[in-house]
């Protein structure tokens, strides 16, 4: 699903949450009907526009990648992505962890909570930051510049903190 708000062009899949990821219970135990239902999204300022088509292609690829790889896709797990130049992966964020990201308010599907994963573009030094220092770290440096980490505008996000 496509469309834009307040200048912000939004792209969301839909329908990826009807079937549970595999192996989220290895990792989360109890707790998997917390993580293993996935929508994605890429938000982009109306300037970025033509961007956007080439990352709704992406975004579509990379749904399927949990059950290609029998893995999964969550908060803080990055993807290499050339797509756009400058940037060399992306980054996924989950809007449920980030209280202060805006995101779809979606409803518990069969007793499991839907998780909106936001793809972020990553400079390399971003990624390279990421992997360094890690998730919570990054965002917690971030401070109020959080609430906008999810819309991409053709820059870097933060660089090295």
């Known amino acids: 699903m496509t469309g834009e708000k307040e200048g912000i062009c939004y792209g969301i899949t839909a329908g990826v949450s009807l079937i549970p990821m595999p192996q989220v219970e290895q990792y989360y135990n109890e707790e998997a009907s917390d993580f293993r239902r996935i929508e994605i999204g890429f938000a982009a300022s109306a300037a970025q526009q ?22 999964f896709l969550g908060h803080g797990h990055t993807i290499p992505c050339d797509g756009i130049e400058g940037f060399s992966a992306v980054w996924l964020l989950n809007s449920r962890l980030i209280p202060e990201i805006a995101a779809p308010d979606y409803v518990d599907f069969m007793g499991d909570k839907i998780n909106q994963l936001w793809v972020v573009p990553l400079k390399q030094e971003e990624y390279e930051t990421v992997r360094e220092l890690g998730v919570d770290e990054v ?14 505008d053709g820059q870097g996000k933060f660089g090295r903190l």
Request: charge should be neutral; glycine fraction near 2%.
């Open 50 to 71: 033509d961007i956007c088509m080439q990352m709704y292609s992406f975004i579509s690829a990379i749904s399927a990648l949990p059950w290609n790889e029998i893995s």
């Open 139 to 152: 965002l917690k440096r971030m401070g109020e510049d959080v609430k906008r980490i999810h819309i991409f």
